[in-house]
């Protein structure tokens, strides 16, 4: 469930996205289980994952083919209120982690479970994992509600992660001998990829995270931290699975690192619990600055995310971890913002430049991206509740948790992000 309480706000929902990110938590315990008994309970939460999602997959809803649907009761009934409906990430980031998955046991030898569970490579398909690739791949030009189930348009975080799912979920099919889908999902995930560089502004100098339809101008500025979550979405980088296809948006691409740069001061500047004058390092992030959903009512004053700003570590690790694999990292004047608000003590260096492995200057940057990325975990410590508990927000003026108590994702993104921490080289 999204979160255990069950009035104001009742969050007690099989929440697609929601689940899936905890999943994503759930397959790397998974992975990192050493004792059989801990192993076995994981096992058995992703194939229960399985088979409930297969069932609300096959469930009728108020959205088109049921996949849109965003949120189910706990035994799996559709919700069937009013809601901001469909929304495409769900399904989605669901193909990503069980495709994961199937690489996973496929890697331990289990081909028939995954074919009989996850990927049947049958048309019309009765396994979970084609069915949502099926969807993804048929309805992507669509528009949909965003992740904040407010917006209606095309959304930087759900095209990108359709576009991850796609091209993940091609390399399984190629490996389970469906190779014309899997022809069919790349060509998709290409197409999808030419929209997504329709998000750049460069006036504004960061990636907008909805195109609406009328081609009015929104209200809002666009900038928006799901933008940045969503270079979090993926396993393999799309380079690994197809040296020919090019990644777009990695962790380290420009326009990335240019949007997480202006996030961060909005942020800063906008909410009083990082005003420097408290002292207290790492800046807590919210969803958008226009925000007024402060967690029980959508008509006041949004606030920072525990989740998000547990987000924006994963994504300072991630980015470490991309440099020391790549050997290399690269300044560019759209970067820049980006570099200048990094904790070097002396590195020096002008837009253009790339530093490599071996110079004092790659090893600097890469330790002030670890820091800061301890500093946005330290931030969440800091506002904890005193039994350790986390709710969906932290009030902008106290830090003090509010709106949905126990966010399941919340907890989700601490595991994930303490386990990337773990395996950098630490600090000096
Ligand atoms: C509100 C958030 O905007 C949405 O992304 C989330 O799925 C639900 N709460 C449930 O946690
Ligand atoms: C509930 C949604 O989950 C949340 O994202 C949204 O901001 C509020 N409703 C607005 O009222």
């Known amino acids: 469930m999204a979160s255990p309480s069950r009035s104001n706000p009742n969050y007690y929902f099989h929440?697609?996205?929601?689940?899936?990110?905890?999943?994503?938590?759930?397959?790397?315990?998974?992975?990192?289980?050493t004792q059989p008994?801990?192993?076995?309970?994981?096992?058995?939460?992703?194939?229960?994952?399985?088979?409930?999602?297969?069932?609300?997959?096959?469930?009728?809803?108020?959205?088109?083919?049921?996949?849109?649907?965003?949120?189910?009761?706990?035994d799996g009934e559709p919700y069937s209120g009013p809601w901001g409906r469909p929304q495409h990430d769900g399904p989605a980031i669901r193909a990503i982690e069980l495709t994961r998955l199937a690489f996973v046991l496929l890697s331990e030898g289990k081909r028939e479970l995954v074919r009989e569970k996850l990927y049947d490579a049958k048309l019309p398909t009765d396994s979970v994992i084609k069915t949502d690739l099926e969807y993804i791949s048929h309805h992507w030009r669509e528009p949909c509600f965003d992740l904040w189930e407010e917006v209606w348009g095309h959304h930087f975080f759900t095209r990108l992660l359709e576009r991850t799912a796609l091209i993940e979920g091609a390399a399984l099919a190629m490996k389970l001998e469906d190779a014309g889908a899997a022809r069919w999902y790349l060509e998709q995930?290409?197409?999808?990829?030419?929209?997504?560089?329709?998000?750049?502004?460069?006036?504004?100098?960061?990636?907008?995270?909805?195109?609406?339809?009328?081609?009015?101008?929104s209200p809002r500025s666009g900038l928006d931290s799901s933008v940045v979550a969503a270079t979090l979405g993926?396993?393999?980088?799309?380079?690994?699975?197809?040296?020919?296809?090019?990644?777009?948006?990695?962790?380290?691409?420009?326009?990335?690192?240019?949007?997480?740069?202006?996030?961060?001061?909005?942020?800063?500047a906008m909410y009083p619990i990082n005003d420097p004058s408290r002292r207290i390092e790492?800046?807590?992030?919210?969803?958008?600055?226009?925000?007024?959903?402060?967690?029980?009512?959508?008509?006041?004053?949004?606030?920072?995310w525990p989740s998000l700003t547990i987000a924006f570590a994963a994504?300072?690790?991630?980015?470490?971890?991309?440099?020391?694999?790549?050997?290399?990292?690269?300044?560019?004047?759209?970067?820049?913002?980006?570099?200048?608000?990094?904790?070097?003590?002396?590195?020096?260096?002008?837009?253009?430049?790339?530093?490599?492995?071996?110079?004092?200057?790659?090893?600097?940057?890469?330790?002030?991206?670890?820091?800061?990325?301890?500093?946005?975990?330290?931030?969440?410590?800091?506002?904890?509740n005193p039994g350790g508990s986390l709710s969906e927000q932290m009030n902008r003026f106290?830090?003090?948790?509010?709106?949905?108590?126990?966010?399941?994702?919340?907890?989700?993104?601490?595991?994930?992000a303490a386990g990337m921490s773990g395996h950098l080289p630490s600090s000096r």
């Open 37 to 74: 008994a801990a192993r076995q309970r994981y096992f058995d939460l992703l194939m229960d994952f399985a088979d409930f999602s297969r069932h609300i997959q096959r469930t009728a809803t108020q959205s088109p083919a049921g996949l849109g649907e965003p949120k189910f009761t706990i």
């Open 315 to 384: 994504y300072y690790y991630k980015l470490a971890e991309r440099y020391l694999r790549l050997e290399r990292a690269v300044l560019t004047s759209t970067s820049l913002p980006f570099f200048q608000r990094l904790p070097l003590e002396d590195a020096r260096f002008r837009p253009g430049e790339e530093l490599r492995l071996g110079d004092p200057r790659f090893d600097e940057v890469v330790f002030a991206l670890r820091r800061k990325g301890d500093a946005f975990l330290g931030r969440v410590h800091h506002h904890i």
């Open 282 to 304: 790492g800046t807590a992030i919210g969803r958008y600055p226009e925000d007024r959903y402060d967690g029980y009512r959508g008509d006041s004053l949004g606030n920072p």
């Open 189 to 217: 995930s290409r197409a999808l990829g030419d929209e997504l560089l329709l998000h750049w502004d460069p006036g504004r100098n960061h990636l907008v995270a909805t195109r609406e339809l009328d081609g009015r101008p």
């Open 398 to 416: 106290t830090g003090h948790q509010q709106g949905a108590p126990d966010l399941s994702m919340n907890y989700a993104a601490y595991l994930l």
């Open 15 to 33: 929440w697609v996205r929601d689940s899936g990110i905890a999943v994503k938590a759930i397959l790397s315990l998974y992975q990192s289980a």
């Open 234 to 268: 993926g396993y393999a980088t799309e380079e690994d699975l197809h040296p020919e296809g090019g990644c777009v948006y990695p962790v380290d691409q420009e326009q990335v690192l240019a949007t997480a740069a202006a996030l961060e001061s909005t942020f800063e």
